[in-house]
């Protein structure tokens, strides 16, 4: 299973490149906010395009939020596929943060259906 880490950061960062006709799948998700510097909440974002096909006349590059979590300061949150079963993103998987943090490391493993 492939994994990316990425840190907290308040513009959306690109765990997981879009893949033509699949989906991506998030099987576990580690917020390592131990050594971070306050309380932060995490969001599992989908940049997708829709397509033309689908009545949208003029397809515009669009964000959902597919999940979020809270996360405390000094804690190590541990999510595996039943915590996050349901959770699927069309186009790009982004991790987004309420906050720049450094020394708050998030691991996405993931699976391409």
């Known amino acids: ?12 960062v690109q765990a997981v490149a879009e893949r033509r006709n699949a989906v991506v799948i998030p099987t576990s998700m580690t ?10 909440t995490i969001w ?10 689908h009545g949208v006349a003029v ?12 996360v405390l300061m000094g804690d190590v949150m541990v ?7 349901g959770v699927k993103c069309l186009g790009a998987l ?8 450094a020394d708050c490391h998030i691991t996405v493993g993931y699976k391409h259906e």
């Open 79 to 85: 999510l595996n596929a039943a915590d996050l079963e």
């Open 1 to 12: 299973m492939p994994s990316q880490i990425v840190t907290a950061h308040t513009t959306a």
């Open 94 to 101: 982004l991790i987004d943060a309420d906050a720049i943090d």
């Open 59 to 70: 397809p515009v590059a669009t964000v959902v939020d597919r999940y979020r979590v809270d």
């Open 31 to 40: 917020i390592d906010n131990d050594a971070g510097a306050a309380d932060r």
């Open 44 to 53: 599992i974002q989908d940049s997708f395009t829709p397509s033309v096909s």
